[in-house]
Antibody
Framework: EVQLVESGGGLIQPGESLRLSCRAS????????MSWVRQIPGKGLEWVSV???????FYADSVKGRFTISRDTSKNTVSLQMYDLRAEDTAVYYC???????????WGQGTLVVVS | DIQMTQSPSTLSASVGDRVTITCRTR??????LAWYQQKPGEAPKVLIY???TLQTGVPPRFSGSGSGTEFTLTISSLQPEDFATYYC?????????FGQGTKLEMK
């Protein structure tokens, strides 16, 4: 089955770091674009970062310099290392798969990060 | 960054109604615009991509149109399972932007 499963969320204090992981099944992350999208509870969606299959990496301005996306093709996972977390980073973080046509065709169930 | 303005923010309708949600940008964008449906406690689900292409498995009562700076999502005849929140999303220059969302609620 093609799916994404996130892990690593939790309650953390401001200024601390946290690492989220996304395990892909049914396809190889090396052959696809992979991304993180977050959603403040009860609010809208915000794109966070993307890792292109060719190795290009991009971030939203709100997290640039604090978050790092990476890929482990041996484990078929994508990770998001988050540093210097702030209250405004509190959100459900979704792992999602963007396509070459710019939309996200596969989403994980999300993992909640609470910075407080 | 491209700013997306989605309207209305809330829409009250009844089963069987035809509804339209609009997404506008300040600058002309390509047709790499998608629409998603999200229900409480669930991840978003893509309905339409490239402005008007129906995702596999999505009922044909959903349709998308538009170009340039204005795009629309239309549901031709609302079904009970369609009450949810809808988002538009565009891709431009290695960046992805979502609209603020439209909550479609039962009248």
């Amino acid at each position: 089955e093609v799916q994404l499963v996130e892990s690593g969320g939790g309650l953390i204090q401001p200024g601390e770091s946290l690492r989220l992981s996304c395990r892909a099944s049914g396809f190889a992350v090396s052959s696809h674009y992979m991304s993180w999208v977050r959603q403040i509870p009860g609010k809208g969606l915000e794109w966070v970062s993307v890792f292109y299959s060719g190795g290009g990496i991009f971030y939203a301005d709100s997290v640039k310099g604090r978050f790092t996306i990476s890929r482990d093709t041996s484990k078929n996972t994508v990770s998001l290392q988050m540093y210097d977390l702030r209250a405004e980073d509190t959100a459900v973080y979704y792992c999602a798969r963007p396509t070459a046509l710019g939309h996200f065709d596969l989403w994980g169930q999300g993992t909640l990060v609470v910075v407080s | 960054d491209i700013q997306m303005t989605q309207s209305p923010s809330t829409l009250s309708a009844s089963v069987g109604d035809r509804v339209t949600i609009t997404c506008r940008t300040r600058q002309i964008i390509s047709n790499l615009l998608a629409w998603y449906q999200q229900k409480p406690g669930e991840a978003p689900k893509v309905l339409i991509y490239r402005a008007s292409t129906l995702q596999t498995g999505v009922p044909p009562r959903f349709s998308g149109s538009g170009s340039g700076t204005e795009f629309t999502l239309t549901i031709s005849s609302l079904q009970p399972e369609d009450f949810a929140t809808y988002y538009c999303q565009q891709y431009y220059s290695y960046s992805y932007t979502f609209g603020q969302g439209t909550k479609l609620e039962m009248k």
